[in-house]
């Protein structure tokens, strides 16, 4: 009301040399301005509200629009890095088959991180409006080291340990492919992010959350019944402790990178991915040359080398880790971490179709329990209040009367106020 009146006084004064005339033509024609300027108040009021309106139903839509189309980018990303991962890990238990060198696979798809830092480049070119050329990129990146850049100190002391947590993580991988299935594999390989969450409560001391704790104890109880699913048999007891052993290398690389170097860009996260690549060539050649020699993985020629087997499961790790790396750019991290778990059900599709797996209900209930976990993991950090949100706001929305009551008593324009930036919060 008092925005009205504000209103109503300016324009009863434009009418004032009209109530001069005559005193009883003055009065009739003051009743007419009255009305008129109360016409004339509610036509601009509601001018003024259909503005605001029409500009927060645009925003809306707009809005709407960018997260219906991210969520269809979530959905296609979903589905490329689960079938990226679950591809990989089949194509590499069939490679073994042929090639018998998990150290060896595991050089040869290294080495194609050295293409991060090009491709990124080109998405650069195609993208950016400000296009450098590739000197003057690398340089900008190379400033995520330090501003000395990348001297052989840097190299030594903040690139190398994370080039073998590296080769440690996907040679434990490979290596526990050749002892149990894959279903097995890629669903105790989902425990890293509950190793994650452990380390970085310990070490980078994060926010204690009780549900994660839970999490974690199912991702541990997971384990434990992987194993007596098989009746704690050397050759599966041996499979998974290498993968659990490549899950800890996996989250200890996570941890101590953000420790270290903390959080990268784009840019930043190719150039260091080329730079463990490049180191992998130079330093790590040898390694498979000693295994030949020594016949560990020895393979009588070149021509028995299955390239068509190598360069599938190379390319299926590269295509993964451009996903995982940079498809945040596109949707949602969560929906990235989800399609990462739906590889468990594929392969477990797979081997049961090609392999003589059984698939008892003490290893079904340990592959959901790890799953379980995983996702637990995935909520955010204000879920439990997000969720006591929502049940009172859907509350009050079925009881109008205690609805109103909260609006007389909180003044209604301020409750909305409030009621939108809880869902907005939600929605996040």
């Not at 009739?28 to 605001?52: F, I």
């Not at 589905?79 to 238990?93: D, I, R």
């Not at 947590?165 to 991988?173: A, C, D, E, P």
């Not at 590889?343 to 003589?356: E, Q, R």
Request: proline content about 4%; aromatic content about 12%.
């Amino acid at each position: 009301m008092k925005k009205h009146s504000a209103r109503v006084a300016p324009l009863s004064a434009c009418n004032s040399p009209v109530l001069t005339l005559t005193k009883v033509e003055g009065e009739d024609r003051t009743r007419e301005n009255v009305v008129g300027s109360t016409d004339a108040q509610s036509t601009t009021a509601a001018g003024t509200e259909s503005g605001p309106s029409r500009r927060r139903l645009h925003c809306c839509i707009r809005v709407t629009a960018v997260q219906v189309r991210k969520a269809l980018w979530g959905v296609a990303m979903v589905m490329c890095v689960c079938s990226s991962w679950a591809g990989s890990t089949q194509l590499a238990k069939l490679t073994f088959k042929h090639f018998d060198a998990p150290f060896t696979l595991t050089w040869f798809a290294t080495t194609w991180n050295c293409l991060f830092f090009p491709v990124y480049y080109i998405g650069h070119l195609c993208k950016s409006p400000e296009r450098q050329t590739p000197r003057q990129r690398l340089r900008e990146c190379c400033r995520f080291f330090g501003d000395e850049g990348l001297t052989p100190k840097v190299f030594f002391t903040k690139v190398a340990p994370f080039g073998l947590l590296w080769i440690l993580t996907n040679y434990l991988y490979l290596q526990a492919l050749r002892k149990i299935n894959t279903t097995d594999v890629s669903a105790l390989f989902c425990c890293n992010k509950a190793f994650v969450f452990l380390l970085s409560w310990i070490v980078l001391r994060d926010r204690f959350m009780g549900v994660r704790i839970v999490a974690a104890i199912l991702a541990i109880a997971g384990i434990v019944m992987m194993t007596y699913a098989d009746g704690f048999h050397s050759h599966s007891v041996i499979g998974i402790t290498l993968v659990v052993a490549s899950a800890s290398m996996s989250a200890l690389y996570k941890v101590l990178f953000k420790m270290v170097l903390g959080s990268a860009k784009f840019g930043e996260a190719a150039l260091f991915l080329s730079i463990v690549g490049s180191a992998n060539v130079v330093f790590i050649s040898f390694v498979p040359v000693i295994l030949y020699f020594t016949h560990v993985e020895y393979i009588g020629s070149l021509a028995d080398i299955p390239w068509a087997y190598l360069c599938g499961v190379a390319a299926l790790l590269f295509a993964f880790n451009i996903l995982v790396n940079f498809g945040i750019a596109i949707t949602y991290p969560t929906l990235i971490s989800i399609g990462i778990v739906l590889s468990v059900p594929v392969n477990a599709m797979v081997d049961l179709y090609t392999c003589d797996i059984k698939f008892n209900t003490v290893r079904l209930i340990a592959v959901f329990i790890i799953c379980l976990g995983f996702l637990m993991l995935l909520l955010p950090e204000d879920w439990d209040q997000c969720i006591i949100r929502l049940t009172t706001r859907l509350r009050k929305r079925d009881d109008p009367a205690e609805a109103a009551a909260e609006t007389n008593a909180n003044g209604g324009l301020n409750w909305r106020g409030r009621g939108r930036t809880s869902l907005s919060t939600y929605a996040r």
